[in-house]
């Protein structure tokens, strides 16, 4: 059962533009949520996480919303940059579960200058 | 600080044989997280290890185990391997694990034949 989904495999955003990645959750332990960014045959890059005691993060460009009513989480990129073309997974993991990430299948940012 | 570590980058074994996979973390970190990423079932948890002992597994066949030593660097086995354990082999440190940013290597790339 897929616990972390994220069911856009592909985004296309124009330079300059905000980009918004959603991801979906089920399992209502899940207290932390981290977003990665990956490139191929590269391990995943860390870009921002939340806790499940707030809302909202911002680092920079990068901004998450946590909606626990919903279980969504959407990470926010403005403006966008050619340079941010990546992969972009989602991952959650529970408080009694240590180090495990579940993670969602990825979406794929394009952004065209 | 140097960030994760992973040896060898690449790897070719033939179905059968046994391969071992290494992983140094960030200094000062003692938890450490294995993932199997394929294209067809995304990022997969197979285990953690902290302070030496295995602390959560995934849903991987037995063949697959691990280990880490007193200086958190950490070591994964697949025995008797198959076609279907081709992937990209992915660690992760973090500090302790939870609620806490997991940083990943760059990935060892096996390809079994």
């Known amino acids: 059962d897929q616990q972390v989904k994220q069911n856009s495999p592909s985004l296309s955003v124009q330079e300059g533009r905000i980009s918004i990645l959603n991801c979906d959750y089920t399992n209502s332990m899940f207290d932390y949520f981290l977003w990665y960014k990956k490139y191929p045959a590269e391990g995943p890059t860390f870009l921002i996480s939340?806790?499940?005691?707030?809302d909202k993060n911002e680092d920079g460009r990068f901004t998450v919303f946590l909606n626990k009513s919903a279980k969504h989480l959407s990470l926010h990129i403005v403006p966008s940059q050619p340079g941010d073309s990546a992969v972009y997974f989602c991952?959650?993991?529970?408080?009694?579960?240590?180090?495990?990430?579940?993670f969602g299948q990825g979406t794929e940012l394009s952004v065209k200058p | 600080k140097a960030g994760v570590t992973q040896t060898p980058r690449y790897l070719i074994k033939t179905r059968g044989q046994q391969v071992t996979l290494s992983c140094s973390p960030i200094?000062?970190?003692?938890?450490v997280s294995w993932y199997q990423q394929t294209p067809g079932q995304g990022l997969q948890f197979l285990f953690e290890?902290?302070?030496?002992?295995?602390?959560n597994k995934g849903n991987f066949p037995g063949r697959f185990s691990g280990r880490q030593f007193s200086n958190s660097r950490s070591e994964m086995n697949v025995s008797t391997l198959e076609l279907g354990d081709s992937a990209l082999y992915l660690c992760?440190?973090?500090?302790?694990?939870?609620?806490?940013?997991?940083?990943f290597g760059p990935g060892t790339r096996l390809t079994v034949l």
């Open positions: 290890y902290f302070s030496e002992t295995q602390r």
């Open positions: 991952a959650a993991s529970a408080r009694n579960q240590g180090g495990k990430l579940i």
């Open positions: 939340i806790s499940s005691i707030k």
């Open positions: 992760a440190s973090s500090l302790t694990g939870g609620s806490n940013e997991q940083f």
């Open positions: 200094s000062g970190h003692r938890s």
